[in-house]
Nanobody, 123 residues
Framework: VQLQASGGGMVQAGDSLRLSCAAS????????MGWFRQAPGKEREFVAS????????VYADSVKGRFTISRDNAKSTVSLQLSSLKAEDTALYYC?????????????????WGQGTQVTVSS
């Protein structure tokens, strides 16, 4: 499975962005999907996850109320809407497909990773 993330860019604080992740195979419709991010000099951190049917969604506390994860299984895509962006949201954002239909913040639950898309927020 290949994952292609897109939609990153350079924005100002308070702006919005929409990240998308396209999977190469329809079989990811049975897998939970997640977004992680890694800022320079920091470890990769969990952002959000969504179960195979969208019925269970988990957010990191740092993005709760500002980011929204969604998926379209017919198109094999998962999206992350970023709103009210802050400078501390600056990072390389990765999408990932989990081994199973449910997954959370533990990165070891994820089998496939995309190449990342850069989000830079200036204050």
């Amino acid at each position: 499975v290949q994952l292609q993330a897109s939609g990153g860019g350079m924005v100002q604080a308070g702006d919005s962005l929409r990240l998308s992740c396209a999977a190469s195979r329809r079989t990811v419709s049975n897998n939970a999907m997640g977004w992680f991010r890694q800022a320079p000099g920091k470890e990769r951190e969990f952002v959000a996850s969504i179960s195979w049917n969208g019925g269970r969604i988990v957010y990191a506390d740092s993005v709760k109320g500002r980011f929204t994860i969604s998926r379209d299984n017919a198109k094999s895509t998962v999206s992350l809407q970023l709103s009210s962006l802050k400078a501390e949201d600056t990072a390389l954002y990765y999408c990932a497909a989990a081994y199973r239909s449910l997954a959370g913040a533990d990165s070891t639950q994820y089998a496939y990773w995309g190449q990342g898309t850069q989000v830079t927020v200036s204050s």
